[in-house]
């Protein structure tokens, strides 16, 4: 008798639960914001999108605008014909800026997760992951082969347990640790000082994601692995608060030779859009001139998770411009998001898997461009629905 090969797609969607259930929209960009659904919806305030300074919307990146000429596409792997001058432009640019050796360029900062650890991360090692990484950096692990544990979330303690009982029992072995310093649905950011001391310590090799973080975070938005010794690789995406497409694997030293030789997602995939590296270039520039801009950015983030506070929310934790409201049940979450997608607000409702059962919230990000008056609209119709 044969077996039906879509079976096994046909019984998980059985098994999904419809809160659970993802739905695509399509959004397109108006003078208020976004505009549900295509051009026929209405107009929302852009409160989930990680165009964290606006230059997707102001920018090189946006509008059409930002290195056309460059080109549409590489045509090649870096290794072959796709590497192009401005791509050379681009890494001197942010090798300047984040005072590492060397950078690598990538189509994603998937890609660039998953290729990174599977070229660092082989069956001969252990890594120790935060419990709340991103699931391309996981993804990366199981790819390589290393062993994987996860530690308690920021918790320095379980990670020094954990690298100490790994280093008695492989006393050579490889040990490499992986983190964020921005995780993008807490909101929260760990003690990197402390975790490069760590693995100085220990002589574990440190990745750290700051895809949330790089143009926000950090002196100058530099990230918060700026000046921290210890921290040798730095993943950066250039789709968030730089506004264009694609992500970067920043190195120093030895690192730099090896991942050109040894990394298979940098050699055996087309090499990141020219148009994309000129746009990305073109925001990088304007960084400076958008100091005070951040600056107030991270400010309102703050008067948010007060206003927060003082009706009842525990305080969302963090300093940067991802504000997560915890809700708990999935269904609340949900007419949450509608409610305010009634009152002209677009604020994603973050449920499983995604975030453990229970844990379902608000993702409210804050951006440059949004209306003064709308972070207004969002606390009074969150007090509204308190008081339903």
């Known amino acids: 008798m044969s077996q039906d090969p879509l079976a096994f797609a046909q019984h998980a969607l059985q098994r999904l ?130 062993t994987l544990q996860r530690f308690a979330h920021n918790d320095l303690g379980d990670l020094e347990r954990r690298l100490s009982n790994g280093r008695q029992k492989h006393p050579g072995g490889r040990l490499v640790v992986v983190s964020e310093s921005l995780f993008s649905m807490e909101g929260t950011s760990p003690d990197v000082a402390g975790l490069a001391g760590l693995c100085g310590r220990f002589g574990a090799l440190l990745v750290l994601d700051e895809a949330h973080a790089l143009g926000v975070l950090g002196p100058l ?42 990394c298979g997602g940098y050699r055996y995939s087309t090499a990141l859009a020219p148009a994309l590296a000129a746009a990305t270039l073109t925001n990088l520039q304007r960084l400076p001139s958008l100091e005070p801009e951040r600056q107030a950015l991270l400010a309102r983030a703050q008067q948010l998770r007060q206003r927060l506070v003082a009706m009842g929310y525990p305080r969302p934790p963090g300093h940067g411009p991802v504000v997560p409201v915890l809700v708990g049940d ?52 969150l007090l509204a629905e308190q008081h339903r």
């Open 17 to 146: 639960p419809p809160a659970l259930r993802r739905q695509e929209r399509c959004f397109a960009p108006c003078a208020e914001g976004l505009r549900a659904d295509g051009a026929k919806g209405q107009p929302l305030v852009d409160f989930s999108s990680n165009d964290y300074l606006g230059l997707a919307q102001t920018g090189a990146g946006g509008h059409g605008h930002g290195g056309a000429s460059a080109g549409g596409g590489a045509g090649a792997s870096p290794l072959i014909t796709g590497l192009r001058p401005i791509h050379q432009q681009l890494r001197e640019a942010l090798c300047a800026w984040l005072g590492r050796e060397q950078v690598f360029l990538f189509p994603s900062g998937f890609q660039a997760n998953v290729s990174l650890l599977a070229a660092v991360a082989d069956r001969h090692c252990l890594v120790l992951a935060d419990r709340l990484c991103h699931h391309s950096l996981l993804l990366g692990v199981r790819a390589g082969g290393a």
């Open 221 to 262: 938005g530099r990230g918060l692995a700026w000046g921290q010794p210890h921290v040798h690789v730095v993943v950066g995406t250039f789709g968030k608060a730089l506004g264009s497409g694609g992500a970067m694997v920043a190195v120093d030293g030895v690192l730099g030779d090896y991942m050109l030789q040894f």
């Open 330 to 381: 999935e269904n609340a979450a949900m007419a949450l998001q509608w409610r305010l997608e009634e009152a002209g607000l677009l604020v994603a409702a973050i449920r499983s898997p995604t975030v453990p059962q229970g844990a379902a919230r608000l993702r409210v990000v804050l951006r440059l461009g949004q209306p003064p008056q709308a972070m207004e609209t969002l606390v009074q119709t």
